[in-house]
């Protein structure tokens, strides 16, 4: 066959070694062609000794993996480079086995101790790619490898893979929770940690791990306040969530005594010229108005938090300008909160996802702070381009919005949208006017009139929608509208809607004394029609005849009595049960029942009106900007927004830097004299700290040492002008103070500290912080003394934990494993049964395999899922059954047979809990209590592979064992079969052209050009059904994939020559692909 080699002509596949490949067109097929030759190629490439040519074997690797081809296969010969001196190579290495070490875990076991020099490496990159690898290693033998290795990099000097470490926390905590402890340790350090590159990573997994741990915050509060203006977006969107709910817990509300706000009057650190332009005289005027109540005093932290992030509404990102939104809502006292409305607004301007989620949030906003987006009003006018929901979330905002002022202009506007062909935004609209109506009193009757008249228009569901509204509006004012009433009373003949029929029988009924000559010809009409109305309308009709019996028996006694024989054996029970309620309430018994006494009170009772409310109110309960707010139900994850405390907690947590400070003014003076070297290496700290190579790592520790003086510096600033009158000059004329001014302010500060205190670096951050500042001194003192990298190193762990640090590592190297080392597995079973179960994964088609599919009902033969051997005498197999899994039609039944070889009985056999990938479930078989030595047993179970080839990872566990094993489906058993007609067929292969259409050339053998083979073959590779053809040189088949439903058509057009063209159309691309390769493989062999 010649097709293959064309293809590899045409597509780059025989390019020279040393040429790039380029992108192919992707309408040409090329990306999702099955081409698994060049793979071969890829291998060759990466087996040799040229740097060049395996740099780039792994640049076409990761581009496959971009372009979303799977790249398994290629595990082996990737995870060999891992130890190549090319940085280059290395580099890509580590970003496959990113992507691919969770499913290869044995073979990337093979490497860990590759891994573990790769954090020892002196590129800042190779280390973090190297932690990235290991935590994604998701296997609990290597756990204490992990620990250590993210401990290590939390003191690294590159702040980069500090932040990796940061990321590498939820991971480890996600697959053993009882490390908490010791990655509290670590989030605490590395919370303590002054880069910005570092403080949104520790923030999120300080969420992740410990979010209830508040007192880990005090500390860090006012130095993450002041990082966050330089924080990456993504970290500053995590840093303000969780000081939102900091601030909470922390501060008292500042609404409690809106009337009586005032700032402290000594601003110990941060006030600010807006908060002393509201003078004094307003501060005494409001303790005198009300001498009793307790002023309120902002905290100033709490305006610390309030005044750095109010720059952030300038942002470009829309998750920030969100996030501070929701902080300046929940946290700012009503006459701060205004300043959010322009910049929300102007996120409106953006992306029909990104409207659809603020809307969300102005709607919310809206109802308790009106005045605020009052100003914005013609924002929020709706274009024609914008979608339904857009739409109807902007009627909302303006139906909020409207009151007496800028009512008109709000009416105008709903005139206009009536007119819409957009018939669901048309019926939100009439919705709009009649809750106006209700909230403004002044405009009652405007809006009836207009609804009244839209009782003429043409469009059905506008008429009926405005019969719904009209009703509420007349309910609260009935007896000036009987002209309303009898006009809806003419349109029963016309209206077909069931909600609007139902709404205008409810109404003649309530008010039949308003209409009393129009009331009994209704319910004549009603009658006559009462069988072939739905059953709302039915249950109104029969309301309406007791109204009208108990009202006007003489017109009605008769039509009432055949309405309610009707309704007797009506097939809906609710409406047999009301008719019978109904009779033995109205139509007084000979037993007199003492009900029947008070029908008229039950029947007839005044009814409030109903108030039309907007389904945002009760919303501001959930975190405003989260995803709970969103879809109005509490999602997983989410963590309630606490309540203000009562009495705020004591404000002297967050003061237990203040030694630090002390230790920095000291600084200040050597810092006058070098001021030329500092102004100059200040501005850098941040680039300089990402280095690369040993001798920029002298930068990076210099950088670093000023950065923490820096900041240091900027602290104590911060501090002096809390006591300064102008706080806006102090900044810029600071440097034009005369020394002693600043020698007085110091000393005033040290008389407040205690002497035991000051000099003395604080507790908590232990040992590494003092050696941290007296580095940076030394640094300080002059520009000529070069400090060695390696003597950096060896300073940065503490010299206590280096010997259990050394010991730990060689009872972890997988190289010297014994048995003892590890309580509850011994390695080298764990490795060797999952090695097994993935090697078999790979080579699920393996000529081997194909004579074992004898008949097209079973598919694949029983495979092994756990060796005897490695399961100490339990042998376990697999079938894929295809037979519906009656627990759930979406999973593919599996059964598992077991087999007791050894000589004692295992018990308690059954599934642990799984830790699986997104997506994928397992429905467990029953637990099988006992096997006998030489009995077995078949379970059964059901796996949701949520359409994918992924493994299904579990634990089988006995009273005393637990083996990890995994079930990899091939892609013919994630589909049913369907049975369709030949048209049909056609028809919906028709819909799938393009790009879910693969088609394969073939040549068929001797063997298989009978149609019995090729039907069994086929049928055998996938769990498909035929479809009838009419000609006999063309093979059918249908199915659709057991989770989503996708249909999978395919269809094999066999010459008499034996030339053959394979076809599948499939809306999921990547199932058609792998699919193509499988009944190729089946067929050729």
């Known amino acids: 066959m010649s097709a293959a080699p064309a293809y590899s002509e045409d597509k780059g596949g025989s390019a020279g070694p040393g040429e790039p490949e380029y992108g192919h067109d992707p309408a040409s097929g090329g990306i999702f062609s099955s081409d698994y030759k060049r793979h071969d190629d890829l291998k060759e490439m990466l087996d040799t000794n040229k740097d060049s040519l395996k740099l780039e074997a792994m640049k076409r690797i990761v581009a496959m993996i971009a372009r979303g081809k799977n790249a398994s296969d290629l595990f082996p010969a990737v995870v060999k480079n891992v130890a190549c001196k090319n940085i280059e190579v290395k580099k890509l290495v580590y970003v496959y086995l990113v992507r691919y070490a969770e499913e290869q875990q044995d073979l990337a076991l093979l490497s860990i101790s590759t891994f573990q020099r790769g954090l020892k490496d002196p590129n800042q990159l190779i280390r973090a790619s190297a932690l990235r690898v290991l935590s994604s290693i998701r296997v609990p033998i290597i756990v204490p490898i992990m620990m250590l290795a993210i401990k290590e990099a939390a003191s690294d000097m590159s702040p980069y893979v500090r932040k990796t470490a940061a990321h590498a926390i939820p991971k480890l905590y996600s697959l053993d929770s009882d490390q908490k402890d010791q990655l509290i340790e670590v989030i605490e350090k590395l919370l303590a940690d002054k880069t910005t590159l570092v403080a949104g990573s520790v923030v999120m997994a300080f969420e992740e791990v410990c979010p209830e741990r508040i007192d880990l915050i005090h500390k860090n509060y006012r130095k993450l306040c002041n990082l966050l203006i330089d924080v990456e977006e993504w970290g500053q969107v995590v840093i303000i969530s969780m000081l939102t709910r900091y601030a909470r817990t922390q501060f008292l509300s500042p609404t409690q005594n809106e009337s009586l706000l005032e700032e402290n009057p000594e601003k110990a650190f941060y006030g600010s010229e807006e908060d002393e332009a509201k003078g004094p005289g307003s501060e005494a005027a ?415 520790s210099d950088s670093k040492s000023s950065s923490e003086s820096g900041s240091g510096e900027s602290s104590s600033e911060s501090d002096n002008k809390g006591q300064d009158e102008d706080e806006e000059k102090g900044r810029s004329s600071e440097s034009e103070h005369s020394e002693e001014e600043g020698k007085k302010r110091k000393m005033k500060k040290r008389k407040k500290v205690p002497e035991g205190q000051e000099g003395g670096s604080s507790s908590d951050e232990g040992s590494d912080s003092s050696s941290s500042s007296s580095e940076s001194e030394m640094t300080s003192e002059t520009e000529e003394e070069q400090v060695e990298p390696a003597s950096w190193r060896k300073k940065t762990p503490p010299s206590s934990k280096s010997a259990p640090a050394a010991k730990e590592i060689s009872l972890l190297d997988l190289e010297d494993f014994t048995p003892p080392s590890v309580q509850p597995v011994s390695p080298p079973t764990v490795v060797s049964t999952s090695l097994a179960a993935d090697l078999e994964g790979l080579t699920l088609t393996d000529p081997p395999l194909v004579p074992s599919l004898l008949s097209p009902v079973l598919g694949v033969g029983r495979q092994e899922l756990l060796h005897r051997v490695a399961g100490e005498g339990l042998a376990v197999d697999y079938t894929f059954s295809r037979q519906p899994f009656s627990g759930d039609p979406h999973m593919v039944a599996v059964h598992i047979h077991f087999s007791n070889s050894s000589d004692t009985p295992i018990k308690g056999l059954h599934v642990g809990t799984p830790k699986l990938p997104a997506g994928i479930s397992i429905q467990e078989f029953p637990e099988i209590e006992s096997l006998a030595p030489g009995e077995s047993a078949t379970a059964v179970m059901g796996i949701n592979f949520c359409d994918s080839t992924q493994a299904a990872n579990f634990q089988l566990c006995t009273q005393t064992r ?124």
Request: aromatic share 6%; with cysteine; hydrophobic share 40%.
């Open 286 to 700: 409001a303790s005198t108005a009300l001498p009793a109540r307790k002023p309120y005093v902002m905290d100033p932290d709490h305006r610390l938090l309030l005044r750095n992030t109010k720059p952030l509404l300038q942002s470009r990102s829309a998750a920030v300008v969100m996030a501070v939104a929701q902080l300046y809502f929940h946290l700012a006292p009503k006459a701060e909160v205004g300043v959010i409305a322009k910049a929300l607004v102007r996120l409106l301007r953006s992306h029909s996802e990104v409207q659809y989620v603020v809307l969300q949030n102005v709607a919310t906003m809206s109802i308790k702070r009106r005045g605020m987006f009052e100003p914005y009003l013609k924002s929020f006018y709706i274009r024609s381009t914008d979608p339904t929901q857009i739409k109807i979330l902007k009627l909302e905002v303006l139906t909020n919005l409207a009151n007496e002022t800028n009512i008109p202009t709000v009416l105008r506007e709903f005139q206009t949208y009536i007119r819409s062909m957009d018939k669901d935004f048309v019926a939100a609209t009439i919705q709009a006017i009649g809750r106006c109506a209700t909230n403004i009193g002044r405009v009652r009757d405007t809006c009836l009139n207009g609804l009244v008249q839209l009782l003429s228009n043409r469009d059905e569901l506008v008429v009926a929608e405005s019969v719904v509204v009209i009703k509420k509006l007349l309910q609260m004012q009935p007896a000036q509208h009987g002209e309303i009433i009898k006009h809806l009373a003419k349109l029963t003949d016309n209206i077909q809607v069931p909600m609007a029929r139902a709404s205008i029988l409810w109404l003649i009924g309530e008010y039949c004394e308003h209409v009393p000559r129009i009331a009994p010809d209704v319910l004549r009409k009603m009658a006559k029609s009462f069988t072939a109305e739905e059953d709302i309308v039915k249950l109104q009709v029969i309301n309406l005849a007791a109204k009208l019996y108990l009202t006007n028996s003489k017109q009605t006694k008769l039509l009432t009595q055949y309405v309610l024989s009707l309704a007797k054996y009506d097939q809906n029970y609710d409406i047999r049960d009301r008719a019978r309620f109904t009779r033995q309430l109205i139509v007084p018994s000979e037993q007199g029942g003492a009900l029947s006494r008070h029908a008229k009170k039950l029947f007839l009772a005044p009814k409030p009106a109903p108030v039309l409310e907007s389904s945002f109110k009760d919303r501001d309960h959930f975190q405003l900007g989260s995803l709970s707010h969103l879809l109005n139900a509490k999602a997983t994850g989410y963590q309630e927004l606490p309540d203000w405390p009562e009495e705020a907690p004591d404000p002297s947590v967050r003061n237990v830097e203040v030694p630090e400070w002390t230790k920095c003014s000291n600084r200040e003076k050597r810092k006058e004299k070098e001021k030329p070297f500092y102004s100059d290496s200040e501005g850098e700290s941040g680039p300089t700290e990402s280095a690369d190579s040993d001798p920029e790592s002298e930068s990076e």
């Open 962 to 1085: 637990q083996f990890y094993v995994s079930i990899q489906p091939p892609v013919g058993e994630l589909m049913a079969p369907v049975f369709m007609s030949e048209n049909e067929f056609k028809k919906e292969q028709g819909k799938l052209t393009g790009m879910n259409e693969i088609t394969e050339k073939l040549t068929l053998p001797d063997t298989c050009r009978s149609d019995h083979v090729v039907v069994q073959k086929v049928t055998a590779t996938a769990n498909l059904g035929r479809v009838p053809c009419g000609t006999s040189d063309e093979y059918r088949f249908a199915g659709r994939t057991l989770t989503s439903g996708s249909l999978v058509l395919l269809t094999l057009d066999a010459q008499p020559t034996g030339a053959a063209q394979l076809t599948v159309n499939s809306e999921k691309m990547v199932i058609g692909t792998m699919l193509v390769k499988d009944v190729v493989q089946a067929l050729t062999q």
